[in-house]
T-cell receptor, first 116, second 110 residues
Framework: DSGVTQTPKHLITATGQRVTLRCSPR?????VYWYQQSLDQGLQFLIQ???????AKGNILERFSAQQFPDLHSELNLSSLELGDSALYFC???????????????FGPGTRLTVL | AQSVTQPDIHITVSEGASLELRCNYS??????LFWYVQSPGQGLQLLLK??????LVQGIKGFEAEFKRSQSSFNLRKPSVHWSDAAEYFC????????FGAGTRLTVKP
């Protein structure tokens, strides 16, 4: 158990809908990362937040957005869902920002999203 | 731009045999390199990491990896594979915006 929790574990929805995925980082971790894992794209970095502020952006679609709240939990919002958004979405956390040294990330169990 | 290549999509080894999983990276500066393992239906677990210093890095579960700058490689090794090592292995490079390889699926034959 990494200490990172994600809810829900599974989510089934229809095209065009909007969903929210939730992540609680490990106690004390300030940095949260979101990843998408799909069969065709592999594991892709989406976005990172540090202490409430966006720090790095990867291959995140405009239909997707995220935020980190004062209690440090994070939410990933996916809207106008398409079939191709079906994937496993992971959240990871780390204690602080990487400066000269990268900080390992601790991954949650993921949320499996199925868009029908 | 940073990137990671794992040339082997799938590897099968016999239990007790040695294992080497290949990873090649492209990175503009000093690379920060990681190996993660993912069991079916699970999240990723860090096996080991390299930041600097000794190029041979020891990790959990008996794994080790060697950083070779001249070859831009960070291959993962284990001297004797156990059936429980069957999983997907990911090499990653980077910092805040980590880049993962496509993964290598390891099958262990009894």
């Amino acid at each position: 158990d990494s200490g990172v929790t994600q809810t829900p574990k599974h989510l089934i929805t229809a095209t065009g809908q909007r969903v929210t995925l939730r992540c609680s980082p490990r106690s004390g971790d300030l940095s949260v990362y979101w990843y998408q894992q799909s069969l065709d794209q592999g594991l892709q970095f989406l976005i990172q937040y540090y202490n409430g502020e966006e720090r790095a952006k990867g291959n995140i679609l405009e239909r997707f957005s995220a935020q980190q709240f004062p209690d440090l939990h994070s939410e990933l919002n996916l809207s106008s869902l398409e079939l191709g958004d079906s994937a496993l979405y992971f959240c990871a956390s780390s204690p602080r920002l990487a400066g000269d040294r990268s900080i390992e990330q601790f991954f949650g169990p993921g949320t499996r999203l199925t868009v029908l | 731009a940073q990137s990671v290549t794992q040339p082997d999509i799938h590897i099968t080894v016999s239990e007790g045999a040695s294992l080497e999983l290949r990873c090649n990276y492209s990175y503009g500066a000093t690379p920060y390199l990681f190996w993660y393992v993912q069991s079916p239906g699970q999240g990723l677990q860090l096996l080991l990491k390299y930041f600097s210093g000794d190029t041979l890095v020891q990790g959990i579960k008996g794994f080790e990896a060697e950083f070779k700058r001249s070859q831009s490689s960070f291959n993962l090794r284990k001297p004797s594979v156990h059936w429980s090592d069957a999983a997907e292995y990911f090499c990653a490079v980077g910092n805040n915006d980590m880049r993962f390889g496509a993964g290598t699926r390891l099958t262990v034959k009894p």
